[in-house]
């Protein structure tokens, strides 16, 4: 399997240690600037909450700039907007400049947005091979695996040509916008966050490679010059099987839902891709 999996037991823990090492990542960069892409969803809110918690005076974010992956076509102050609920769990308790916040303005015209948004990227992150390169790229996966706002049905995302495209969503018809599949797999660094047992089948199917996974927008995600990491609670995990790992290797047993089963496989995951601290 291209790339690393590191499975934690509770979300909790989970964003915890993925606070720590993107601290890390931010401390590499040795105060040059550092372009990273979020989401929302309920796993990113915890790794805000942490990052609240435990960096609030850091002096990092001073180089450390924001930019969503997507955002609802809503104004700020509403309950659904990913920029309105990282400013209340994490921007409002650190120390940040407002000028390293890169909002997208959910209460404009998405299409003119969407320019905007694109013209914004590329005039600040830097650029490579005629596409912006983020430092990181942060992404949650849906219960359907859609990533970022490109749903499934609609993979054409993944190959546009755009920056950012307005996207709608299948069920609600809400418009949204989002980066783009080559925008995302252009970045040097991209993490997926993925917990809770509604998960475990998508997470499966992605990384078992087969033709289910491939009809998945999270499974069109593939770095072209970069690191692709998969952070997931065991309950997202419990679907994963030892041969999806280690080809060779017999199946875990069947009750691989108890606790002394899930230390085996992190074990064997921490022992074979050197996870991240």
């Given at each position: 399997m291209k790339g690393k999996l590191t499975i934690y037991k509770v979300p909790e823990e989970l964003a915890s240690s993925v606070a720590?090492?993107?601290?890390?990542?931010?401390?590499?960069?040795?105060?040059?600037?550092?372009?990273?892409?979020?989401?929302?969803?309920?796993?990113?809110?915890?790794?805000?909450?942490?990052?609240?918690?435990?960096?609030?005076?850091?002096?990092?974010?001073?180089?450390?700039?924001?930019?969503?992956?997507?955002?609802?076509?809503?104004?700020?102050?509403?309950?659904?907007?990913?920029?309105?609920?990282?400013?209340?769990?994490?921007?409002?308790?650190?120390?940040?400049?407002?000028?390293?916040?890169h909002r997208i303005r959910g209460e404009r015209n998405p299409a003119l947005e969407a320019v905007s948004y694109s013209a914004e990227i590329a005039g600040s992150v830097p650029m490579k091979d005629g596409w912006p390169r983020f430092n990181l790229v942060l992404l949650g996966m849906g219960e359907d695996g859609h990533t970022a706002s490109i749903f499934p049905g609609h993979l054409a995302l993944l190959k546009s040509e755009h920056i950012c495209e307005v996207a709608t969503h299948p069920a609600t018809q809400q418009l949204r916008i989002t980066l783009t599949g080559e925008v995302i797999n252009r970045a040097a660094t991209v993490c997926f966050l993925v917990t809770g047992t509604a998960k475990a089948n998508r997470l499966s199917e992605i990384l078992s490679k087969g033709e289910m996974g491939k009809l998945l927008p999270a499974g069109g995600i593939h770095p072209v010059n970069g690191e692709l990491i998969w952070f997931a609670d065991r309950n997202a995990a419990q679907l994963l099987h030892r041969q999806l790992l280690f080809p060779n290797a017999s199946p875990f047993p069947k009750n691989h839902l108890k606790e002394d089963c899930f230390a085996i496989i992190e074990l064997t995951l921490f022992l074979h891709f050197q996870p991240v601290k």
């Open positions: 720590d090492q993107l601290m890390d990542w931010i401390a590499l960069s040795k105060g040059k600037r550092y372009d990273m892409a979020i989401s929302g969803g309920s796993t990113p809110n915890l790794l805000f909450a942490a990052l609240a918690s435990r960096y609030a005076d850091s002096t990092i974010w001073q180089n450390t700039h924001f930019w969503w992956v997507d955002e609802r076509m809503v104004r700020s102050a509403d309950p659904e907007s990913n920029y309105g609920t990282a400013q209340r769990l994490l921007f409002s308790k650190i120390r940040i400049p407002e000028g390293n916040i």
